[in-house]
């Protein structure tokens, strides 16, 4: 039987987008940093508004730990800031761990999320201490526990992606139908599969997501438990939303979705969550820059000095950003592209921008901490965009 949705039941969420104010960097910040000169496109990043995401995201789910996805942006400051919090933190990969290594992080605390990996990228993260391991399939589990026969190993399983700008959905993740012979294959090797973890899609703006994964969790504890396993963790992975161009239901609204879903869960069973984007994302500007305008027959383009390989490919692939410039023409529509020579590299199409936009102005896109200058390449010879503090 499936409860019907504390969404529906409490009127106050009839409409349950953009409940909460959501911050972004005080833009006083920007002028103060161009005034110190501009060589390169950089993102400008304020701590304390981590700080306060941070804080905000534990109020909103107290019994949920957050484990900071560190992909999101791997800049060592950001890293610091949230180690002092008392996050931990989720990685992917030897360069990510080792980034954690170097800032001291308590590596018996990591969760190593990406759910394939090389049987070498196992055994050195094993030899530093990680003992939690994701897996979404019986190679996988085979793997993992031939290298490190003691770790604690978590089954991510698919769930829906609806409604979430970034679907993460497809590449991994175990079908329901699959469950069970995983299940079987665990017990069989004597694995310690100890818990579920799931991604509902990153920019999630579906609370949904979460019910529904969760509620697939638990189905899935209860056949851990009728073959003899003991589940002790829920990880309800990342995925929660910032407020860029569309609005968002905010994290105190999938906070109540999260708390109700699991307010039936057993005491042994912890619950974290892998958070990127929701942590990282709104306490940044990222500022670029014109280099050329033109017209194509009826289409405006505008070129600026980062594109798709600097920092700004989610904005290729459907994600919205706000832009903000100095000028103050009528709005009418550009494409807008970047630097390199290659042609994938444009960012958006028909994007209302000020008819006045010149060379030289500056482009500022709010909200950017997150998946920006972690994507970046120096392709074509264009250098990485900086980072800078407040
Ligand atoms: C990318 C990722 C995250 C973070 O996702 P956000 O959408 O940035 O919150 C968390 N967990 C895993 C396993 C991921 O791959």
Redesign the pocket.
């Known amino acids: 039987m499936t409860k019907p949705s504390a969404l529906n039941q409490r009127p106050e969420f009839e409409n349950y987008f953009d409940t909460h104010p959501e911050p972004r960097l005080d833009f006083a910040h920007v002028r103060r940093a161009l005034q110190d000169g501009y060589d390169r496109p950089f993102l400008l990043i304020d701590p304390q508004i981590i700080r306060n995401k941070y804080r905000r995201f534990l109020a909103a789910m107290p019994r949920v730990r957050t484990h900071y ?1 560190v ?2 942006n791997p800049d060592p400051r950001v890293v610091r800031v949230l180690a002092a919090e008392g996050a931990g933190f ?1 990685v ?1 990969s030897p360069a990510e761990l080792d980034l954690l290594i170097s800032l001291g992080i308590d590596i018996s605390e990591v969760h190593y ?3 394939v990996r090389a049987r070498q990228h196992i055994e050195y993260a094993a030899s530093k201490g990680v003992v939690w391991f ?1 897996f979404d399939s019986v190679e996988e589990l085979r793997k993992v526990h031939a290298v490190a026969p003691h770790a604690k190993v978590y089954l ?1 399983i698919d769930t829906p992606n609806i409604g979430s700008d ?1 679907p ?1 959905s497809g590449k991994f993740g175990t079908k329901m139908r699959e469950v069970d012979e995983i299940i079987d294959v665990a017990a069989e090797l004597g694995a310690d599969l100890c818990g579920v ?1 799931f ?1 509902v ?4 703006r579906n609370a949904e997501n979460w019910r529904v994964a969760i509620d697939s969790s638990k189905r899935i504890f209860g056949k851990m438990r009728a073959k003899g396993l003991e589940p002790t963790l829920l990880n309800i ?4 939303p910032v407020r860029l161009a569309k609005p968002i239901p905010s994290v105190e609204v999938i906070g109540d979705v999260v708390n109700e879903a699991i307010a039936d869960l057993e005491d042994e069973i912890s619950v974290m969550a ?5 942590l990282v994302s709104d306490a940044a500007y990222f500022v670029c820059r014109v280099i050329g305008t033109t017209r194509r027959g009826d289409e405006r383009w505008v070129y600026l000095d980062t594109g798709m390989f600097g920092g700004l490919l989610e904005s290729t692939q459907g994600l919205q950003y706000q832009i903000e410039t100095d000028r103050g023409g009528q709005l009418v529509p550009w494409h807008v592209a970047g630097p390199t020579c290659d042609s994938v590299d444009v960012l958006l199409k028909d994007e209302m921008l000020p008819e006045d936009l010149q060379d030289d102005d500056f482009i500022y896109f709010p909200n950017a901490g ?2 920006t200058t972690a994507y970046a390449s120096n392709f074509n010879g264009f250098p990485l965009p900086d980072i800078r503090f407040v």
């Open positions: 996805a992909k999101a989720e992917a999320s990406n759910p994701a991510r970034w993460l973890t991604h899609g990153s920019q999630c992975g990342g995925g929660f892998e958070p990127g984007r929701y997150a998946y």
